[in-house]
């Protein structure tokens, strides 16, 4: 029996240079708040460039092989945790994407950064994501609009 069964679609970048800052990884009912915010913040206001799957996927392609693709060609995967982000088969598979690359494309280096776009209880995340929490790589959304300026900077800084 293999043990590795994470399969690759393109070669580990040997200098680190990625197609993108960062993969965003978000369930359909936050699309508004990716469109409207994540990507006039960290693509228009702070230079930074994102794959957005709505906008970057390739057309005809396997949508797993675009997300691993996407994953793969991206220097961080950010999560934008809710409740339909944990309910949605396909986010919950690319945030198990990011991990498997960070265990076997990464040398255990952690890609993944979580925002919590919504008050989730601990007892309601994955376990899986719950380690993810407790290497402190995630941020909150503030409800403050005052705050949102330190908010993107922070996630600049993390995704960088």
């Known amino acids: 029996m293999t043990r590795n069964r994470y399969k690759r679609y393109k070669q580990i970048e ?3 240079v990625y197609k993108y800052n960062a993969f965003i990884s978000y369930a359909d009912d936050e699309s ?4 409207n915010e994540c990507i006039p913040e960290l693509e228009g206001n702070r230079n930074l460039s994102l794959c957005i799957h709505q906008r970057d996927f390739v057309a005809g392609e396997d949508i797993t092989q675009n997300i691993t693709n996407g994953i793969h060609d991206s220097r961080k995967t950010i999560c934008i945790v809710t409740q339909s982000f944990l309910d949605s088969y396909y986010c919950m598979f690319k945030f198990n994407m990011a991990k498997m690359e960070s265990i076997y494309s990464r ?3 952690n890609i993944l950064f979580l925002v919590f776009y919504e008050n989730i209880p601990s007892k309601n995340l994955p ?19 005052n705050e949102r300026v330190v908010f993107w900077e922070n996630i600049k800084q993390a995704i960088e």
Do not use: R, T
Not at 32 to 35: I, L
């Open 14 to 16: 040997e200098n680190n």
């Open 32 to 35: 508004a708040f990716v469109k």
């Open 107 to 109: 040398d255990g280096q």
């Open 127 to 145: 376990l899986v994501m719950l380690e993810v929490v407790q290497q402190q790589s995630y941020i909150e959304y503030p409800s403050d609009a």
